[in-house]
């Protein structure tokens, strides 16, 4: 069993940035995949971006809606895999989840194994 904590969530208005993390403690977090999704209410959860890594090579894929505004990474050595959230606009307000797989990046969240309990994230006009 992997547990995800998130944490980093907030209040912001349009324009602005956040940074999410995502801690998994005690894991060895490099073996797995982790992926950022949200859910706006009334609306299915939605792939934000992913990453891998094997070796020294990191693999990452967004979704077309945060290309350019958004940066994953991780940390491996702290377990912990970041979202850093810029020029914020008002559709991007969900609740942010963290998840993670063993296999490769996939966009489909019923493909991932663990998740955290999410984190809101409200951006104003």
């Known amino acids: 069993q992997v547990q995800l904590v998130e944490s980093g969530g907030g209040l912001v208005q349009a324009g602005g940035s956040l940074r999410l993390s995502c801690a998994a403690p005690g894991r060895t977090f490099s073996i797995y995949t982790m992926g950022w999704f949200r859910q706006a209410p009334g609306k299915e959860r939605e792939f934000v971006a992913v990453v891998s890594w094997s070796g020294s090579i990191t693999y990452i894929t967004y979704a077309n809606s945060v290309k350019g505004r958004f940066t994953i990474s991780r940390d491996n050595a702290k377990n912990t895999v970041y979202l850093q959230m810029n020029s914020l606009k008002p559709e991007d307000t969900a609740v942010y989840y963290c998840?993670?797989?063993?296999?490769?990046?996939?966009?489909?969240?019923?493909?991932?194994?663990?998740w955290g309990q999410g984190t809101q994230v409200t951006v104003s006009s």
């Open positions: 998840a993670a797989r063993r296999l490769g990046r996939s966009v489909i969240p019923t493909e991932y194994d663990y």
